[in-house]
Nanobody, 125 residues
């Protein structure tokens, strides 16, 4: 499956962005999909995930601010980000996991076999 992220950009603190992860080649509704982010000099960290059964998981630092959702007709998963903070600045990646254990461990990067190229999010203070 090929994944393409979009929707990143520059936003002021407190602003919002909606990231999109569009898939081609396979039906994304059959996958766990996770959003991870990586800032310079740091490891890739979990942000949010949605399992095959549409259960959602969030990192503590985004709870109440970010929302992950699917649009199956568009073969797309979104990450709505509200109340952005300068610490949210990073390259955001989506991953798709079609294995049976992908949805069991959605917060782990190893659960995802396919990744997009990433989209940059910059938050000014």
């Amino acid at each position: 499956v090929q994944l393409v992220e979009s929707g990143g950009g520059l936003v002021q603190a407190g602003g919002s962005l909606r990231l999109s992860c569009v898939a081609s080649g396979r039906t994304l509704s059959r996958a766990a999909v996770g959003w991870f982010r990586q800032a310079p000099g740091t490891d890739r960290e979990f942000v949010a995930a949605i399992t095959r059964r549409d259960s959602t998981r969030y990192a503590d630092f985004v709870k109440g601010r970010f929302t992950i959702s699917r649009e199956n007709a568009q073969n797309t998963v979104y990450l709505q980000m509200n109340g952005l903070k300068p610490d949210d600045a990073a390259v955001y990646y989506c991953g798709a996991g079609f294995r049976s254990d992908s949805s069991s461990y959605p917060t782990t990067a190893a659960s995802y076999d396919d990744w997009g190229q990433g989209t940059q999010v910059t938050v000014s203070s």
